[in-house]
């Protein structure tokens, strides 16, 4: 049998005769400083100090991790807007990523708004004004054609997980051009702070395939392309050229398709899943974790989720994932498809998506209704309103993925209480300054009534002598353990069923947290490996298990599989290669 190729063409990671992990490491002196996930910075051993010819290079004192944590995050409580906070702490994940990932790990609830939304928003807005040190993989119009070399390029030799963003439908801020590598950046940075995929398997990537902005096109300092977007074949034949060129490189690899515009999000999804093992996170982890949070708010009012009518608001990749996900949940709770159809109502800019509006996109036409579906509703116009719908349809739960801030107004809050004593109500949009209405005021609309997650983060509510905890809605609670249950379950494909596995165990595992529709933050990775046991679980039902040391093993055995490759952020041991350049 030939032999493994090492983790990266700089290092790999090897057991000793006691079964202890080290690194085995070629590079020596200035060079082995500057490669972040072998950097210790003041952390390196004298005997490793000498071994590696970087005496003289850092200070003489020794530092404990925990002695590092502590000076960085002095550091970092003084930075003064969160833009600063992020700078900060992605030129630490630049300089040495253990450091990073330990601080992060340690600081979750506080640092992943800082690291993920909304503040990844305002980065990703002056991406090209920011730029200092290179991450993941980029690959334009002008290079397309060499994409095999330029993979080539990549130090990386066992890629299991790659977030690839067109940038064409970032949060619900649009197109951003090349500033979308800071989506795929930081997606990965909580893959392995919250899933355990090991950073030397991650690459973010992003296709630049042009922009439609005209005035990035303008800008001198834009790092991206000058020139519009492509489309149509040339666009498919972009995408072609990088899935064929991955597939070889990374035959292992995941791929999560991450902000692409809303047509062109179901597109790639399909002609490409099973080709290579991918999922679409706006699409299917945005529709799993509403579905979670969902089922838990049903939960709460001691209902199930088949008591609800569903009013979905916004029809691209969002919401219709959304409205997808609701409609699965529906069925898999025993509805017919047509009786869970009937429960999901979806409004876009026309109003409720109905046969004959004009520009209905294929993804959209399983949710338009027709005009028998709507006869004796009171509506003043040819299509229902939002309001329109909320009253007609007999709402019980409403679901904002617009990305237009406050599109939900009072009355049309205020008519739910007509068909439910606790409202469902999720604005979801990202970033903050996005969401279709505020908190405090959807409390005092439904006096304390409503049950409320929100995209982004808010903090608890005061009223009426009560504290209201505002549930995050937010991705990371799906994405990091699917896509970990899919790298140890090596997937063939990433089915359906494993996506509602993923929401379901979301679901279940809030439960235990009391009078919550989603879990606190702090919970987040040991919330993402129970999603990564059950969806390798569900690979292995599915038939897609391509790893075949799991497929026996029962549940703690699995668990125990799982945990145990967990990627842990602590300093290994370095040991000089043989042939080690110095």
Same mark, same amino acid.
């Not at 991650?202 to 096109?217: A, F, K, M, S």
């Not at 035959?251 to 902000?259: G, L, N, S, V, Y």
């Not at 080709?275 to 699409?283: A, T």
């Not at 329109?388 to 709402?395: K, P």
């Given at each position: 049998m030939p032999e493994a190729p090492r983790v990266s063409r700089y290092y790999d990671v090897k057991r000793d005769e006691n079964g202890h992990r080290y690194l085995d490491v070629n590079v020596t002196g200035f060079s082995l400083l500057h490669i972040p996930l072998l950097n210790k910075s003041t952390g390196f051993t004298r005997e490793e100090r000498r071994a590696f010819g970087i005496e003289g290079l850092v200070p003489p004192h020794h530092s404990t991790l925990e002695e590092q944590k502590d000076r960085t995050y002095l550091r970092y409580l003084q930075q003064t807007t969160d833009l600063d906070r992020h700078e900060f702490l992605r030129a630490l994940q630049d300089r040495n990523e253990v450091l990073f990932y330990a601080l992060f790990a340690d600081h979750l609830e506080e640092m992943l708004p800082i690291l993920y939304t909304p503040t990844v928003g305002e980065a990703v807005r002056v991406f090209s004004h920011i730029y200092r040190y290179p991450r993941g993989f980029a690959v334009?119009?002008?290079?397309?054609?060499?994409?095999?070399?330029?993979?080539?390029?990549?130090?990386?030799?066992? #890629?299991?997980? +790659?977030?690839?963003?067109?940038?064409?439908?970032?949060?619900?801020?649009?197109?951003?051009?090349?500033?979308?590598?800071? +989506?795929?950046?930081?997606?990965?940075s909580l893959y392995t702070a919250a899933g355990g995929v090991g950073?030397?398997?991650?690459?973010?990537?992003?296709?630049? #395939?042009?922009?439609?902005?005209?005035?990035?096109?303008?800008?001198p300092l834009y790092l991206g392309v000058h020139h519009k977007r492509l489309t149509g074949p040339e666009y498919d034949e972009f995408l072609d050229r990088f899935v064929?060129?991955?597939?070889?490189?990374?035959?292992?690899? +995941?791929?999560?398709?991450?902000?692409?515009?809303?047509?062109?999000?179901?597109?790639?999804?399909?002609?490409?899943?099973?080709?290579?093992?991918?999922?679409?996170?706006?699409?299917q982890g945005t529709g799993a974790m509403a579905l979670a949070g969902l089922i838990s708010a049903?939960?709460?009012?001691?209902?199930?989720?088949?008591?609800?009518?569903?009013?979905?608001?916004?029809?691209?990749?969002?919401? +219709?994932?959304?409205?997808?996900?609701?409609?699965?949940?529906l069925m898999r709770e025993g509805l017919s498809y047509a009786d869970a159809n009937a429960r999901v109502f979806v409004v876009d800019r026309y109003g409720l998506l109905m046969h004959g509006q004009p520009g209905l996109e294929d993804h959209q036409l399983s949710f338009a209704r027709h005009p028998g579906d709507v006869q004796g509703w009171a509506c003043e116009g040819e299509?229902?309103?939002?309001?329109?719908?909320?009253?007609?349809?007999?709402?019980?739960?409403?679901?904002?993925?617009t990305g237009v801030p406050g599109l939900f107004r009072q009355p049309t809050v205020e008519a739910m209480l007509a068909h439910t004593q606790r409202p469902i109500v999720f604005p979801?949009?990202?970033?903050?300054?996005?969401?279709?209405?505020?908190?405090?005021?959807?409390?005092?609309?439904?006096?304390?009534?409503?049950?409320?997650?929100?995209?982004?983060?808010?903090p608890d509510i005061e009223y009426g002598g009560q504290t209201y905890p505002v549930g995050q809605g937010n991705n990371a609670f799906i994405f990091p353990g699917l896509g970990f249950g899919a790298v140890i379950s090596r997937a063939r494909e990433i089915t359906d069923s494993m996506v509602m596995e993923a929401a379901q165990t979301l679901a279940d595992e809030t439960a235990a947290y009391g009078n919550r529709v989603y879990p606190p933050i702090s919970a987040l990775r040991?919330?993402?490996?129970?999603?990564?046991?059950?969806?390798?679980?569900r690979a292995i039902a599915e038939g897609v298990c391509a790893e075949r040391r799991i497929r026996n093993l029962t549940d703690d055995e699995l668990e125990a599989f799982v945990r145990g490759r967990q990627w842990v952020p602590k300093y290994l041991p370095l040991r000089k290669a043989a042939g080690a350049r110095d």
């Open positions: 334009s119009t002008e290079e397309i054609d060499r994409v095999d070399d330029l993979l080539e390029n990549v130090p990386l030799n066992d #890629v299991r997980m +790659i977030v690839a963003t067109d940038s064409s439908a970032i949060l619900g801020i649009g197109d951003q051009g090349f500033g979308g590598m800071a +989506i795929s950046i930081g997606k990965l950073p030397d398997k991650t690459l973010p990537v992003e296709l630049d #395939v042009g922009t439609d902005r005209q005035d990035l096109i303008d800008d064929e060129a991955t597939v070889a490189r990374y035959p292992k690899a +995941i791929i999560q398709w991450e902000d692409f515009a809303r047509g062109t999000a179901f597109r790639v999804l399909e002609r490409y899943r099973k080709v290579v093992p991918s999922f679409n996170d706006d699409i049903s939960r709460l009012k001691g209902e199930r989720l088949t008591d609800q009518t569903f009013v979905v608001v916004g029809a691209g990749a969002g919401g +219709i994932g959304v409205a997808s996900a609701i409609r699965q949940g299509w229902p309103t939002l309001h329109e719908t909320v009253v007609n349809a007999r709402a019980t739960a409403l679901l904002g993925l979801l949009s990202n970033p903050t300054s996005n969401v279709e209405a505020q908190p405090a005021d959807l409390l005092r609309w439904t006096d304390g009534a409503a049950i409320i997650a929100t995209g982004s983060p808010f040991e919330l993402s490996l129970k999603v990564a046991v059950r969806v390798a679980r």
